[in-house]
Nanobody, 126 residues
Framework: QVQLVESGGGLVQGGDSLRLSCAAS????????MGWFRQAPGKEREFVAA????????DYADSVKGRFTVSRDNAKNMVYLQMSSLRPEDTAVYYC???????????????????WGQGTQVTVSS
């Protein structure tokens, strides 16, 4: 059974940094593309970042490009989202997700991801 568990969220001030972690279990983590998404109150879930199974390819939403960095440690079955220069509009529940099939490309659409974590809250005060 695939499990994804996010951690690292919290309350920070604008301009601060935060690192989110996602621990994966239940299958060979290194074969699967991972993504980060977020959902703010009253808004639809949106793509944040994704990283390929090799870690060689990444993609970011325009709103976070240059401020967020996605990375993975296949030896530890972990994926990370380093967030810098946080803004109040980054406030949301952040979810990590993984694709259904191995060796898939980086995907920006949530429908391309089959498994999701429970989310971790990030709140950025102004």
């Amino acid at each position: 059974q695939v499990q994804l568990v996010e951690s690292g969220g919290g309350l920070v001030q604008g301009g601060d940094s935060l690192r989110l972690s996602c621990a994966a279990s239940g299958r060979t983590f290194s074969k699967y593309t991972m993504g980060w998404f977020r959902q703010a109150p009253g808004k639809e879930r949106e793509f944040v970042a994704a990283i390929s199974w090799t870690g060689d390819s990444t993609d970011y939403a325009d709103s976070v490009k240059g401020r967020f960095t996605v990375s993975r440690d296949n030896a530890k079955n972990m994926v990370y989202l380093q967030m810098s220069s946080l803004r109040p509009e980054d406030t949301a529940v952040y979810y990590c997700a993984t694709r259904l099939f191995p060796y898939g490309s980086v995907a920006l659409n949530g429908r391309d991801y089959a498994y999701w974590g429970q989310g971790t809250q990030v709140t950025v005060s102004s």
